[in-house]
Each structure stands twice: as structure tokens, then as C-alpha cells.
């Protein structure tokens, strides 16, 4: 990332960024704490021994979010370190007029193969029973068979339709349904935002002028520090600001 392209987006406004996700986010683990705690308090007062693996994760998210606060106020003012400042683009892709992002093909054939096995699966619990089953049992067995194999495969066309293409003035999100296009000009921001141990290590995410997340692309992507880095040069082109943020909550500034 070029000087030019930083100064470009430290200028660009700050209505832009995205806080507000943060506040749903802080507000998602609060609402799940409390209720994981009111559960763990009700079960207690019925008798039942599990009230105390509900208190338990309850105190376990609370000890995370206060380190998270706490992790938030230790960062530095410029925020946490960055680490897209070290992808580059590879050879040719900022150059060309349209580039595409795709699973690797390894990804791919990994979840066709796990669409293999959910296909066998049905057979194999159907001859592996003991008396077979008939009647209801069967039709049970038929039905989770069913809803199973046909998700694998879904999910199988799903990741072969997936892909992320851009272009000098927008971005494409092809997927299972319609392609959701997202142009440059419309944007408000873009973020790098790490991930929590669930999921992918990062996400890139796209939000509108209202601080709203509209589009996020997983690194589980193939290239994907080549996809930031290029996402980047087009978004500080048209001035939009880009922030980091990493897994306990701090941003960039």
C-alpha cells in the first residue's frame, strides 16, 4: 500500500465507518450472556444439576467480553497492527481490468466428498440396524436421509458458484442465488476484520455510508490476501476509508 493510497483514506470520512456493527456485535454477546445466565438461574431454582454448565458459559463469555474491553483500552492509539500493510498484490492482478476469487479446488472436492459420504450414510445406518427398521422408523430414517444428502449437494453447488470478481468500479458477489453487485461509489467503507476461533481467520467486509456491513468475502478464499490488497487499491481510488479490526474488538484508526 502506497502513501498515497493511506493519505487517500485517512481523508475520506468518518461517517463511513463502521461502528454500528460493533455496537450489534457487543450487544449480540451481552443478550447471549444474560440469557445463558437467566437459564442457568432458572434451572437452579428447579432442582436441575445443569444450572451450572449454563452459569459456567455464562461467566466464561462475560470474562471474554470485560478482557475484550480491557484488550480495547490497552491498544495503542493508532490501533491494532495491520496485517494486510504486508499482502501485496501479485504480478499483473491490479493491472488487469477484472479479477476473480474463487475456493480452491482442493475446498471444493472436500465438500463433495463429504456429499459422497452424507449419500452412503442413509444406506449404511438402514443396514447397520438391528432389527430393521419398518414402518415409521423407516420413513424417519428415509426423510433425514433425504434433507441430509440434498444439503451436502447445495451446499456442493453453493461453493462452486461462489466467487468474489473485481472490477475497476465494483465488486461482484456471485453465489448460489443472484449475484449481489456492489459498486465502488456506493460503498462507504471497507474493513479487515479478524476472526474469533470460529469461522474463517478473517473476513473482508463492505459496508454502505450508514456504517451497515452489506457484503462480507471469507479468507478460506483462494488468494484471498491478493483479494484485500487489490480491494484496497480500488476503494482508496475512490476514497472510501478502510479500517482493521482485530479478534477482541479494537479498530484501527
Known amino acids: 500500500m502506497t502513501d498515497d493510497f493511506r493519505d487517500s483514506a485517512s481523508s475520506s470520512t468518518d461517517a463511513a465507518h463502521p461502528g454500528l456493527s460493533a455496537t450489534r456485535e457487543r450487544f449480540v454477546v451481552i443478550w447471549v450472556t444474560a440469557a445463558f445466565a437467566g437459564l442457568g438461574v432458572w434451572r437452579y431454582l428447579v432442582g436441575d444439576s445443569s444450572a451450572f454448565l449454563f452459569l459456567g458459559l455464562a461467566s466464561l463469555l462475560f470474562a471474554l467480553f470485560v478482557y475484550s474491553l480491557f484488550r480495547q483500552r490497552r491498544a495503542a492509539p493508532e490501533g491494532p497492527p495491520d496485517p494486510s ?10 493491472d488487469g481490468g477484472e479479477s476473480m476469487f474463487r475456493y480452491s479446488s482442493g475446498s471444493i472436492w472436500a465438500v463433495r466428498i463429504v456429499a459422497l459420504i452424507s449419500l452412503l450414510l442413509g444406506p449404511a445406518i438402514y443396514l447397520a ?41 465494483e465488486i461482484v458477489h456471485h453465489r448460489l442465488r443472484s449475484s449481489l453487485t456492489h459498486s465502488f ?36 478464499l483462494d488468494g484471498f490476501e491478493n483479494l484485500v490488497a487489490l480491494v ?6 475512490f476514497g472510501l476509508k478502510y479500517r482493521y479490526r482485530d479478534m477482541w474488538g479494537s479498530w484501527t484508526t
Open 232 to 237: 484496497k487499491v480500488r476503494a482508496f481510488e
Open 85 to 94: 500493510t504486508q499482502w501485496r498484490l501479485a504480478a499483473g492482478i491490479a
Open 185 to 220: 461509489q456506493a460503498l462507504g467503507s471497507i474493513a479487515l476484520l479478524e476472526g474469533s476461533g470460529r469461522g474463517p481467520s478473517y473476513v473482508l467486509a463492505l459496508y454502505d455510508p450508514q456504517g451497515r456491513r452489506v457484503d462480507q468475502f471469507p479468507s478460506t
Open 129 to 169: 440396524s438391528s432389527p430393521r427398521p419398518l414402518g415409521g422408523e423407516l420413513y424417519g430414517i428415509g426423510v433425514f436421509w433425504t434433507l441430509l444428502s440434498g444439503a451436502s449437494f447445495l451446499a456442493v453447488r453453493a461453493c462452486e458458484r461462489f466467487g468474489v470478481e473485481v472490477t475497476h468500479i
